[in-house]
């Protein structure tokens, strides 16, 4: 975890002043320690039997596609309005500093389906609460959500019930 931690970097005042944003891109940019998170991320996973990841845009494509295909699993992309070409559900939440709302593919998903949820960061835990919700609209089951950064001073984890949470770094 060291290294891992050692690529994340802190830029104050972003995106607004008070915010101390945890900037992942030299993560992203190491390959040792990137494929050091996926293969992190994916762990307690493993013999879950997940069918498909879940992961939230932007970030959550990148953790989630890299996930998905550590664990062989599908990947479903989570969008902003507008974004996907068919038949959406959708739920808005409010965000530690906004609003937002997200859509998924009606047909993405089945109640066969067993759903690992992957994001970069939990904040508040509105967006994975959201998603949650999304996933659970098509009958699916959520296994569990992973995240690189759990920001746990703002107790996230609360907003998703009984869920099981597995994040690689708390601040």
């Keep these: 975890m060291d290294l891992i931690k050692s690529r994340i970097r802190d830029i ?15 993560l992203m940019r190491d390959p040792v320690a990137l494929r050091m998170t996926t293969e992190a991320l994916a762990a307690p996973f493993r013999e879950a039997g997940v069918t498909a990841v879940v992961g939230m845009e932007a970030r959550g494509f990148i953790f989630g596609t890299l ?26 939440y409010d965000l530690e500093y906004g609003s937002a709302t997200l859509e998924m593919h009606q047909d993405a998903l089945d109640a066969g389906d067993r759903v690992l949820l992957v994001d970069d960061l939990m904040a508040t835990g509105g967006t994975a609460a959201a998603s949650l919700a999304l996933v659970r609209q098509t009958g699916a089951t959520v296994v569990g959500c992973a995240f690189v950064i759990e920001l746990d001073f703002l107790q996230g984890r609360a907003a998703l019930g009984d869920c099981p949470v597995h994040a690689l770094l708390h601040y």
């Design 12 to 26: 104050p005042d972003f995106p607004k002043p008070g915010i101390l944003f945890k900037d992942l891109t030299p």
């Design 67 to 92: 996930v998905a295909a550590a664990l062989n699993a599908g990947f479903v992309p989570l969008r902003k309005p507008g974004k996907l070409p068919a038949a959406t559900h959708a739920v808005a």
